[in-house]
């Protein structure tokens, strides 16, 4: 049935404005004052936002990862996701040296089918190149859709994968219209630090962030930005979580690199202090990067707004206190590393970000969806609100006050990091494809509804922003 969504501000990433939006078979049909359509289902949006759903560019559902599997799956995350507005998740798709890459995008889509219930796609992890990668690669990239490949420069023994592997994905990369994502940090020195730490009996958790210093988050940002300014190809940083990060990306922009970088609601909200938690509890805490003194948050914020980061992910990895975190006692380099944010993260951003004039309306809703959605082959089917589009939408009450507790939350997880909070504005109705999956704040959706959506290949910096070119930059060299 078609519905008609009235009375609403209807927001994205360049206007606001009083509108009503009609919704057939699943698209955006129109978009109008006073609108009418017979027949159609009337939803009366008066004193709410009408924002495109959010785009969840880094999950990890159902993953194996420390010794153990991430407690939330591709249906109770993705229902957590929807509870929290966004309609999206695009998930890493972990491989395995020496298997066929379509191996393990058939074991993701095996995880993913009959349980998703909103849309989902996939990122592939490049652990290695050789023959038969750079032969599987182009059909992973056109027939399949799947248009980003993520290279961990950490996790030695794990996912690391070398600057070689590196360099030849952004080559393939470039060659095939993908975008590169890294998680920049520097592996190798990481294991000698830990294993110096552990050696002198620093085993807490507090130990997992000193042994992993903002400096050489900055050295392996820099170093993949470098990279990517041989190969002449486009690159994504995940999980930036400190200045160093942020001056490296700063820096390869204004030389003229396509280069984007993300941050996470818990590197926005959450400090290093925290790993110091008594009884182990530091332990909830423990991300890879780690969380920072307090003044990076500043630094983070500050990016968002001047667009030297982009967007916001989840990094959803979730991991229970009791059973899982626990593995890690008595040796913080066996705490499995992640947290669950998959919920919070919009509403964090919208409350901590627009309502505390960090950022604008506009650019919350770009950096919560538009800017994935252009940056991963989702635009504009996903990511806006538009003629022709997926009906992806959330109603949002922008006046609703919450806590948020492990005590309300939907993910399936037995603690929340941003336990006690107290945020401003919160989804109340959420579509995908035009159909409820949360209604008045009840999850009305059905697992197996998400679909898997095959992406467009990469849309290069030039066209998704206006920059200075290589020779026109002030004041230095480009790197190339
Ligand atoms: O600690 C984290 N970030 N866990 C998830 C895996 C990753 O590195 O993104
Ligand atoms: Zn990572
Ligand atoms: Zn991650």
Redesign the pocket.
Known sequence: MAKLIKNGTIVTATDHYQGDILIEDGLITGIGLNLSREGAEIVDVTGKYVFPGGIDPHT?LDMP?GGTVTADDFETGTIAAAFGGTTTVIDFCLTNKGKPLSQSVQTWHQKAEGKAVIDYSFHLMIAEINDEVLAELPSMIHDEGITSLKVFMAYKNVFQADDGTLYRTLLEAKKHGALVMV?AENGDVIEYLIKEALEAGQTDPIYHALTRPSLIEGEATGRAAKLTALANSQLYV??VTCEEAVQQITEARNRGVDIWGETCPQYLMLDQSYLEKPDFEGAKYV??PPLRPKFHQDVLWNALKTGQLQTVGS?Q?SFNFNGQKDLGLGDFSKIP??GPCIEDRFSILFSEGVGKGRITLNQFVDIVSTRSAKLFGLFPKKGTIAVGGDADIVIFDPNAKRTISAETHHMNVDYNPFEGIEITGEPVTVLSRGAYVIRDKQFVGEAGNGQFIKRGTYVSFSSQVTQPKKETVQGGTPYV
Do not use: I, L
């Open positions: 990890h990862f998680h995940v999980h991300w890879s990094d990895c590393n992640g």
